[in-house]
Each structure stands twice: as C-alpha cells, then as structure tokens.
C-alpha cells in the first residue's frame, strides 16, 4: 500500500503544472509578454537597482540596512551547487522564466556569525518596461 502511495504521489508532482506549484508558494509567475530579455552586459544596471530592490524585499530592522552582494548572475550562468536556484526557477516558472532570470545572494552582516539567517537570495527579472522586479525570495 506505501509503494502505491508513493507511486502517486511522485506522479502528480511531476505532472502538476509549474504554475499551480508556484501559487502553492505564494509566487506570481511573470508573464511571457511581461519579461525582458538581458544580457550579462546589464550587470551594473541591475547593481543599481539593488539600491532599491533589497529594502523594499526586507524590512527595515537595523540587521538589514547593511547588506552587500556576494553572488549577481544570469541564472543560465549559475554552475555547481548554485545551478540549484535555476532549477528551482524552471520548478516554479518554467524554463522561459528562468532563463531570463538573475540570481542575486546577499549577505546581511549584522546577522553573522549566523550564517542561514545572514543570507538573501532573490530571482530577479527586468520587465518590458526596462524596470528589474524581484519575482521571489527564497531568504
């Protein structure tokens, strides 16, 4: 009776629509017609936009006004462990989302030695407005 259970159990994960997974997590997918496409040339650009971005995504405690990025990369680019986070994108959103995403790892060092709670990472997209919107936040 388990190994039934499990067998379908694994079924409809792997048959469920990323979308409805999304929304079980609380994400908004973006939309196809809403993203833009970027390049790594545009790394500056989004650093920029991080001045913004990370203190609306967290609050304002003194633990988070101090932050600095410690990985900013297309999510096509990501290797090793961190290939993680662009499957986890492709889960939720698809693979168009992820390939047109950027992950972003900050690191809060006012909440070190703690090294899980320091930590942010956002899925960043540019919408086709030319405007950088963080569609999720993992820390």
């Not at 006012?110 to 919408?127: D, T």
Request: hydrophobic share 40%; aromatic share 12%; glycine share 4%.
């Amino acid at each position: 009776m388990k190994k039934i259970v499990l067998i379908i159990s694994i079924f409809l994960y792997a048959v469920t629509p990323t979308s409805i997974m999304a929304k079980e997590y609380g994400i908004n997918c973006p939309k196809a017609e809403e993203i833009m496409k970027t390049s790594s040339q545009e790394k500056e650009d989004l650093l920029r936009a991080l001045q913004t971005i990370i203190p609306e995504m967290y609050d304002d405690r003194t633990e988070y006004k101090e932050w600095r990025v410690e990985v900013l990369s297309p999510m096509v680019d990501l290797s090793g462990y961190e290939k993680i986070y662009r499957d986890m994108a492709v889960h939720f959103c698809g693979e168009n989302v992820a390939n047109h995403s950027w992950f972003v790892r900050i690191r809060f060092p006012h909440l070190l030695p703690a090294q899980s709670a320091s930590l942010g990472e956002l899925f960043i997209l540019k919408n086709n407005q030319g405007q950088w919107f963080p569609w999720f936040r993992y820390h």
